[in-house]
């Protein structure tokens, strides 16, 4: 299977359309139609059920959309951090991505204590919006990355987890619901005057609802203060909290299993040395 044939058989799955897919392409729609065609040969078997407004996959497509992303990230992976390391001139190092916000004094130390180690390499942390972390992971934007279960996909990933907790609700101090002993999830996303931030999808818009668009947890918390919105998040968020602001647990929310996690092939001394110095800590 080439390179080229997996693109266009992922551009044509994510468009559901040929014609909008050659278009994305910039390439004519009759060689991707024969493209695909020869693909669905090689491999013995249909991919998409064809329809008069355009196509849909069927099960085997849909096992080869899931392998091809992985196989094409791995692709673009080997490409970045193959130019990374040119660019250092051969020099060591490791990137590590972290949600904007979160975990800031476990990741502080973790990087003092590797720091100390004597084979330590430099280690440039990447911070973004929620959601962005296990992307940037695969696609070799990030050697490492601290991610959280169950909002982040650890789907091929080796992990170790560095810490497990439950979740809180963080108020604006005075508000009529920060003196309850306890929430409820469904309670604390339906909350009328304080309605949760929507974050950016990986193409950067937002999805549809009544709260403030935000990028970071410093901006919402900046919000919370000002009575404008509310947040769930770990409890261990709270040990950093303005005085302005309270904290309700949430019962029935899930726990939050926060994890390193780094490419099962990865051959880097530096990840390895950061992933043991996470698991000693």
């Known amino acids: 299977m080439e390179t080229r044939e997996l693109r266009y058989f992922v551009a044509v799955a994510e468009e559901s359309h040929i014609g909008r897919a050659a278009e994305r392409l910039g390439i004519a729609q009759p060689p991707l139609s024969r493209a695909i065609a020869q693909l669905e040969r090689r491999l013995g078997a249909e991919l998409f059920v064809r329809t008069p407004r355009g196509v849909t996959l069927t099960s085997a497509g849909e096992t080869l959309l899931s392998e091809g992303r992985a196989a094409l990230a791995a ?7 193959t130019r990374r390391t040119v660019a250092n001139a051969g020099r060591a190092s490791v990137v590590l991505t972290a949600k904007a916000g979160a975990s ?6 973790l990087l003092d204590a590797y720091a100390a180690e004597p084979d330590a390499v430099d280690v440039e942390v990447v911070l973004s919006p929620p959601g962005h972390q296990a992307p940037m992971l695969r696609d070799g934007r990030a050697d490492v990355a601290i991610l959280h279960r169950p909002f982040d996909d650890l789907s091929g990933f080796d992990t170790d987890p560095l810490n ?3 979740q809180v609700l963080v108020l604006p101090a005075g508000h009529p619901l920060s003196t309850r002993s306890s929430i409820t999830l469904a309670e604390a996303t339906s909350i009328p ?11 950067g818009s937002y999805p549809d609802g009544p709260g403030p668009e935000l990028r970071d947890q410093t901006q919402v918390l900046q919000l919370v203060r000002l009575g404008r919105t509310a947040i769930v998040l770990p409890e261990s968020a709270q040990a950093n909290l303005h ?4 904290v309700v647990p949430v019962s029935d929310a899930p726990q939050v299993t926060t994890v390193i996690a780094w490419p099962p092939h990865s051959t880097s001394p530096g990840v390895a040395g950061l992933v043991r ?3 000693r800590l």
């Open 104 to 109: 800031s004094e476990l990741m502080a130390k």
């Open 277 to 279: 110095t996470a698991a």
């Open 193 to 203: 005057d304080l309605p949760l931030p929507r974050w950016p999808r990986l193409d």
């Open 75 to 81: 692709i673009e992976a080997a490409e970045r951090r």
């Open 164 to 166: 497990v907790e439950g």
């Open 243 to 246: 005085s302005e602001l309270t």
